[in-house]
T-cell receptor, first 112, second 116 residues
Framework: GQNIDQPTEMTATEGAIVQINCTYQ??????LFWYQQHAGEAPTFLSY????GLEEKGRFSSFLSRSKGYSYLLLKELQMKDSASYLC?????????????FGKGTRLHILP | GAVVSQHPSWVICKSGTSVKIECRSL??????MFWYRQFPKQSLMLMAT?????????EQGVEKDKFLINHASLTLSTLTVTSAHPEDSSFYIC????????????FGPGTRLTVT
């Protein structure tokens, strides 16, 4: 089966750095996404990793190790608006079309 | 960027009735659309994958006779919740994929369904 694990909740301070980890056990792995989701809204795309290594995009970076089934999302210079759920999602091969399986999400609370 | 719309954005219906939710890709053709359900404080659960002109592929545990999906064109997919019950109350989100080498799926804004 497919399994994606990430912490349920995390708390960090405004201006600080936080790392959200994600581990996965899936078959037909074809890439890993990170999404941000505010309550009552649809997810918004943050990053996509398909090769090992670090992808940096402004204050957000995402890392992938395929051999370890591990990824993390790194958020720097935290702002209050970063308070949201962060969803790790894996793209898996599935017949005609790939599909995306989501982890349970990590609720990040930012303290002033 | 690509835009996906959903209609309605929220709906309240009585138990036993049916509700139809539309998902449209506004500025691109979506070869594949996905339907997700999200309960409060939980993550997105994939319900089904729909391709234009063919039957939807449902995830294990999702009743295909209860959640009817029709992908009538490359820009429109519909989800009909039949004989709705209070436990079907949830946030339903669609996403659309243009296919090819692209990897990003574009999410609609979601539909909040409340069954009384």
């Amino acid at each position: 089966g497919q399994n994606i694990d990430q912490p349920t909740e995390m708390t960090a301070t405004e201006g600080a750095i936080v790392q959200i980890n994600c581990t996965y056990q899936t078959s037909g792995f074809n890439g890993l996404f990170w999404y941000q989701q505010h309550a009552g809204e649809a997810p918004t795309f943050l990053s996509y990793n398909v090769l090992d290594g670090l992808e940096e995009k402004g204050r957000f970076s995402s890392f992938l190790s395929r051999s370890k089934g591990y990824s993390y999302l790194l958020l720097k210079e935290l702002q209050m608006k970063d308070s949201a759920s962060y969803l790790c999602a894996v793209r898996v091969e599935s017949g005609r079309d790939d599909k995306i399986i989501f982890g349970k999400g990590t609720r990040l609370h930012i303290l002033p | 960027g690509a835009v996906v719309s959903q209609h309605p954005s929220w709906v309240i219906c009585k138990s036993g009735t049916s509700v139809k939710i539309e998902c449209r890709s506004l500025d691109f053709q979506a070869t594949t659309m996905f339907w997700y359900r999200q309960f409060p404080k939980q993550s997105l659960m994939l319900m089904a994958t729909s391709n234009e002109g063919s039957k939807a592929t449902y995830e294990q545990g999702v009743e295909k006779d209860k959640f009817l999906i029709n992908h009538a064109s490359l820009t429109l997919s519909t989800l009909t919740v039949t004989s709705a019950h209070p436990e079907d109350s949830s946030f339903y989100i669609c996403s659309a994929w243009a296919g090819g080498l692209g990897y990003e799926q574009y999410f609609g804004p979601g539909t909040r369904l409340t069954v009384t």
